[in-house]
T-cell receptor
Framework: GNSVTQMEGPVTLSEEAFLTINCTYT??????LFWYVQYPGEGLQLLLK?????DKGSNKGFEATYRKETTSFHLEKGSVQVSDSAVYFC?????????????FGKGTMLLVSP | GAGVSQSPSNKVTEKGKDVELRCDPI?????LYWYRQSLGQGLEFLIY????????KSGLPSDRFSAERTGGSVSTLTIQRTQQEDSAVYLC?????????????FGDGTRLSIL
């Protein structure tokens, strides 16, 4: 079956530090990969996505590259802000009979201090 | 509105009662999904709708859980005879169509607490 493994949190950083949140996956076929972010008290928001190998998704200074050889989709940001404090979920979507459901990692909480 | 709307945002009820959760997807989105987010379990898929039909109900945890969708739009998730382990945040998502590269757009969820 499909699965997503991401690093456990919380990840605690100072403002302007470099961020990496690791994500690896197991899937049959060729899944699409996503990062979602959940700010306190809010629902999940799509942060970025990549649909094929070597694609790089980017948004709001965050980046992740679809690495098929290492089955990874690590999230990075060069300089985090306090407003980036949230829970980050890595997810994959693999089509089954023409539709897809998301398989999520357990989430990584990021805490950024001033 | 422009996004996925869920109601109520919070629901507290006694064990054994039935509850009904509502999801109003983004207009024009044919695919609708329900997920459950609970401590220790992360995010779990419950059920998927394409139009009014549900080709995948594999994630529903027991026969106390059911869902329907009418008019290809609003969906309701019903939990009968609620148990304490049903306490969680129930999230609804919709997407334009099926297909692995279609992003799913989520509502803010319904926080369900069973006393």
């Amino acid at each position: 079956g499909n699965s997503v493994t991401q690093m456990e949190g919380p990840v605690t950083l100072s403002e302007e530090a470099f961020l990496t949140i690791n994500c690896t996956y197991t899937a049959t076929g060729y899944p699409s990969l996503f990062w979602y972010v959940q700010y306190p008290g809010e629902g999940l928001q799509l942060l970025l996505k990549a649909t094929k190998a070597d694609d790089k998704g980017s948004n709001k200074g965050f980046e992740a590259t679809y690495r098929k050889e290492t089955t990874s989709f690590h999230l990075e940001k060069g300089s985090v802000q306090v407003s980036d404090s949230a829970v980050y979920f890595c997810a994959l979507s693999a089509s089954n009979s023409g539709y897809s459901t998301l398989t999520f990692g357990k989430g990584t909480m990021l805490l950024v201090s001033p | 509105g422009a996004g996925v709307s869920q109601s109520p945002s919070n629901k507290v009820t006694e064990k054994g009662k039935d509850v009904e959760l509502r999801c109003d997807p983004i207009s024009g989105h044919t695919a609708l999904y329900w997920y459950r987010q609970s401590l220790g379990q992360g995010l779990e898929f419950l059920i998927y709708f394409q139009g009014n039909s549900a080709p995948d109900k594999s994630g529903l945890p027991s026969d106390r859980f059911s869902a329907e969708r009418t008019g290809g739009s609003v969906s309701t998730l019903t939990i009968q005879r609620t148990q304490q382990e049903d306490s969680a945040v129930y999230l609804c998502a919709s997407s334009l169509a099926h297909g692995g590269n279609q992003p799913q757009h989520f509502g803010d969820g319904t926080r369900l607490s069973i006393l």
